[in-house]
């Protein structure tokens, strides 16, 4: 378990390409933080119908079963939580994990990944999350195609910024 100003950090996060994948890796490196990958028992389609399967796992609401987790997130203060945006929503491997954890009273600080708009992701994220206190929140555009850098020092110093917010 990573320890960081004296608080116990995990990133989760679900990440169809790289693009999340990437800004979660920053976060924990800045932070010291254990990395929780969400991955679905079932995987998707490949890369040519991930925008249908996207929209259609959004809009068909699925809960869809993960594998096991190696880390407990009851276990941490600070759980940053991390999704790409599917149909203005966020992604469905996160619902799964909401509803398996069942959060309380827990910092948590929000991210997301997107190629267009972003919807109601954070809206909805904390209006699941209501019983913890949302301590931070942000959106990184096409990470990986507007500059993996530049993305990674913007999460990085965000993540810096949600921390020093609770010393």
Known sequence: MSVENGKNVLVV??????STKSIAESIAGETNADLLELKPVEKSGGRKVKYIWEGES????????????????????????????????YAPPVESFIRKTKLYNKNI???????????IVFQELMSK?????????????????????????????????VLKSLS
């Open 13 to 18: 996060y679900y990440s169809h390409d790289e």
């Open 109 to 119: 600080a929000l991210f997301c990944t997107h190629e267009g708009l972003m919807g």
């Open 129 to 161: 999350l209501s019983e913890n206190k949302i301590v931070g929140a942000i959106d990184f555009y096409d990470p990986i195609g507007s500059g993996v850098k530049y993305a990674a020092n913007a999460s990085a110093n965000w993540a810096r910024q």
């Open 58 to 89: 959004v809009s068909m609401d699925p809960v869809p079963d993960l594998e096991p987790f190696l880390l407990d997130p009851d276990s941490y203060d600070l759980i940053f939580i991390g999704s790409p945006v599917w149909a203005m929503s």
